[in-house]
């Protein structure tokens, strides 16, 4: 088994294009017997170059092939239709591929519907080598390997094959990957770019999880660039925050002699700080694994003040905070910063405003209806000429006004649905509705069948990586259509 490290790419990589050396600068690189496999990574994609500097004959057609397995439930066992194979269609043109797993060395057939994976056969010299030789550019959708990065490591273990006729070889890494998955190669991905702010971070605690501390307003919410990656509008922040240190500010204090540093925390925006208590833990590349620390406060309330020039997987993680419980309301942060003796280190000041919003929203069917009757859960009703309308009435409402977006669908069969009202943030604080009538169209119901009305909403909340949290009401009708 093998670990290879994924490094970012702030610019997507375009692998329908030649071999670009530069593109490759810095990616994370696993040896293969026949060449080597390079991997860098964005918030979308996987891009990996498989570099053959031990496949020398430019062979024609299909005999030059890869297969890329991913134990997508990383249970490091086969998953029956959930873990994947991504290979090269047997014919011409050169195109990816992907099947399911049934079994050990068996698949379902290659799978006919839509992907944005990409496979592009090349032959020529690389740094590695300058004899001309088969390269592999290939492009793998994170969210088909249900890849989601965020605030913690996030790893996939992986097989990979690779075959040529001429010379005639298939090399497995690691080997008969496709029958035994419990020694797969471990697949690391990069969580964000060393700087995630772009320039946008603040003096000292340069922002939560990936969002800027200058976009956050004084009322604590976040809002971003519409290009910025997360996009958020006057967000609110829940879950478990990670509070980033400015890269170039931690530097500093480091060379300055910071070895601690103390938490300052209000509720509110008035009245003392006082210290703040919290532990988490980072994962720390040591030689070549992650080893899992934990960091808390001593005696005195002081942290340790990591090394940033040492690889963490949260980088210049100054404070995980998981807000659970806590009260909803603004909380403001100040930093400290003190030698190994407990001397002050000046440092400049900056406190931070986060307002917390843990909420649900409400969220309800209030009443459903057809031709002025009452339905109740479980009701079957006959939907007999002339046509009228179903009548929904909803509650999707959130108090604090964090509300971002809400959907009634209709669920039918096996996964069929009829879309019948959604809305989106407006603008400003946006509570929602605490009542309102929804007519389905008149088309509804399309067939006889058992139907799950499902009201859901997203609230304009985030963990620093994006809008979290998801709420959901459902009630269920038969509906006979006559």
Not at 161 to 165: F, K, L, N, P, T
């Given at each position: ?21 530069a ?8 040896p ?9 990574n ?5 891009y990996?170059?498989l570099?053959?500097t ?5 062979s ?10 991913f134990d997508?439930?990383?249970n490091?066992?086969?998953?029956r239709n959930?873990?994947?194979n991504y290979?090269t ?12 797993y ?7 057939g290659?799978?006919?519907g839509p992907?944005l ?5 090349l ?6 080598s ?9 492009r793998i959708p994170l969210?088909?390997i ?9 790893d996939?273990?992986?097989?990979l ?5 001429t ?8 080997a008969n ?6 020694h797969?190669?471990?697949?690391i991905f ?5 700087d995630?702010?772009g320039?946008l971070?603040?003096v000292?605690m340069?922002?939560?999880g ?5 976009t956050?307003?004084a009322g604590?919410?976040a809002t ?8 958020v ?7 478990v925050?990670?509070i ?9 204090l ?6 601690k540093?103390r938490?300052?925390h209000?509720?509110?925006s008035?009245g003392a ?9 980072n994962y720390?590349w040591v030689g ?11 005696a005195s309330?002081m ?6 020039a040492?690889?963490y ?6 404070l995980?905070w998981?807000t ?5 309301d603004l909380?403001?942060f100040q930093v400290e910063?003190?030698?190994a003796a407990?001397?002050?280190v000046a440092s400049?000041a ?8 843990n909420?649900a929203p409400?969220?309800q069917i ?6 002025g009757?009452a339905v ?8 007999a000429?002339?046509?009228a309308?179903v009548?929904i ?13 809400y ?5 039918y069969?096996?996964?069929?649905s ?10 400003g604080d946006?509570?929602g509705t ?5 007519s389905?169209p008149?088309?509804?119901?399309p067939t006889?069948c058992?139907y ?5 909403a ?5 963990n620093?990586?994006g ?7 459902s009630d269920y009708?038969t509906l006979s259509?006559?």
């Open positions: 088994m093998s670990v290879i490290r994924s490094t970012w790419t702030t610019t997507p990589i375009d692998v329908t294009l030649p071999y670009n050396a593109v490759w600068v810095g990616a994370g690189q696993m293969l017997t026949v060449g080597s496999m390079l991997v860098k964005d918030n979308k994609f996987a990996m170059a570099d053959l031990g496949d020398t004959g430019n024609p057609g299909t005999s030059d092939y890869f297969w890329l397995t997508v439930d990383r490091r066992s086969i998953t959930v873990d994947v290979g269609y047997p014919t011409l043109p050169i195109k990816i591929g992907k099947q399911f049934l079994g050990p060395n068996t698949w379902t290659l799978q006919a992907s994976a990409i496979a592009n056969q032959f020529g010299p690389t740094p590695a300058a004899t001309p030789h088969r390269i592999w550019l290939l969210a088909e249900s890849v989601t990065l965020g605030s913690t490591l996030v996939i273990p992986f097989g094959r690779v075959a040529s006729s010379p005639a070889f298939t090399v497995d890494t690691p990957f496709s029958a035994d998955f419990s797969l190669n471990d697949l990069a969580l964000g770019p060393d995630p702010f320039g971070a603040g000292t340069g922002g939560v990936n969002i800027p501390a200058t956050i307003d604590g919410r971003t660039a519409a290009s910025y990656v997360p996009f509008q006057a967000a609110a922040f829940s879950g925050l990670n980033l240190g400015n890269n170039v500010t931690m530097q500093s480091w060379t300055a002699g910071a070895r540093y938490i300052l209000r509720e509110g008035s700080f006082a210290d703040f208590r919290q532990t988490w833990s720390h070549s694994t992650y080893v899992l620390e934990s960091f808390g406060p001593d309330d942290y340790t003040l990591p090394n940033p040492d690889d997987s949260i980088q210049k993680l100054l995980q998981n659970l419980g806590a009260v909803n909380h403001q910063f003190f030698n407990g001397v002050p400049p900056q406190t931070l405003t986060l307002l917390i919003d909420a409400n969220l209030l009443a459903i209806s057809y031709k009757a109740t859960p479980c009701q079957i009703v006959n939907v000429a002339p046509p309308p009548v009435q909803i509650e999707a409402f959130d108090s604090p006004g964090d509300l971002y977006t959907d009634l669908t209709a669920y069969g096996q996964n069929q009829v879309p019948i009202n959604s809305a989106g943030y407006p603008g946006w509570q605490a009542s309102l009538s929804i389905a008149l088309t509804f119901p006889t058992a799950e009305f499902r009201l859901s997203y609230k304009r909340v985030t620093g990586y809008y979290i949290g998801y709420w959901q009401f009708v259509k006559s």
